[in-house]
């Protein structure tokens, strides 16, 4: 969840994998970050298209993304659970 915008966690992993790939990319070749977009991806899901029209879109997808990281787990990821650590 970003704001009122609620999406399937198994998209938000899939679109951090997206952001993740891109990254991965020989740095010569790769888009500089500031201009890269998943909404440029043919695999971004569905649900996220709506997002890439709004002026804010860089930010919500950057905050999902670290919603997403490896090392949080589901629960302690959503901002709104507490006594996780």
């Known amino acids: 969840q970003d704001g009122d915008l609620k999406f399937p966690l198994e998209s938000v ?28 991806e043919k695999h971004l899901p569905e649900e996220f298209r709506p997002v890439c029209k709004r002026e804010d879109a860089d930010m919500i997808f950057r905050r999902l993304s670290l919603a997403a990281e490896d090392d949080l787990c589901e629960i302690c990821a959503n901002a709104a659970c507490a006594g996780c650590f």
């Open 13 to 40: 992993k899939k679109l951090k994998e997206l952001m993740d790939g891109n990254r991965q990319v020989n740095p010569r070749m790769m888009v500089p970050k500031a201009s890269y977009s998943p909404c440029q």
